[in-house]
């Protein structure tokens, strides 16, 4: 077992892990962060998205060992003092999640590309959307959630 400390959501989390946990066992098993879902242990499905060091990656594809004094953030800490976070309003206001199951994976990935980008295209949400799936929408009210979260990101900073 070797002892890691990491910030997660704003705290400090330490604990034990063997060698081989992976960052998305970590997180659900140790920490009880739920809302980072395992989907395919494949890296295909993107439901593990979270942002390590402010960087967007698959959580089935990182060991707990590699996120050792960084800094991660998952989908529960979108929301500030209970108020949700655009994209996860925008997935509520525009239907965008039906089963609910790969949406944790999509706002994360999509959180990653309006920090980039705070006024992305149609085209251009599809493309960062590329490493996610979704069996259930279509994607067609994927597309606008992340369109109305980029319009109340962009209303928020000119107010």
């Not at 499905?45 to 698959?58: F, R």
């Amino acid at each position: 077992m070797t002892r890691i400390s990491l910030t997660v959501n704003g705290r400090p989390y330490q604990g034990e892990v063997e060698p081989r946990t992976l960052l998305v066992t970590f997180l659900r098993d140790h920490l009880h962060l739920t809302g980072t879902h395992i989907g395919c242990d494949t890296s295909q499905c993107g439901a593990c998205v979270v942002h390590l060091d402010g960087i967007s990656v698959k959580a089935c594809t990182v060991l707990a060992l590699q996120a050792d004094g960084a800094t991660v953030t998952t989908i529960e800490g979108l929301a500030q003092d209970a108020t949700l976070h655009p994209l996860q309003e925008g997935f509520w206001a525009e239907h965008g999640l039906q089963c609910g199951f790969c949406t944790p994976g999509m706002i994360m990935s999509t959180f990653d590309l309006l920090q980039q980008n705070p006024d992305p295209s149609d085209e251009e949400i599809r493309h960062a959307l590329e490493g996610n799936l979704c069996r259930c929408t279509g994607y067609e009210n994927i597309v606008r959630a992340v369109r109305y979260a980029a319009q109340q990101m962009q209303s928020n900073q000119n107010a």
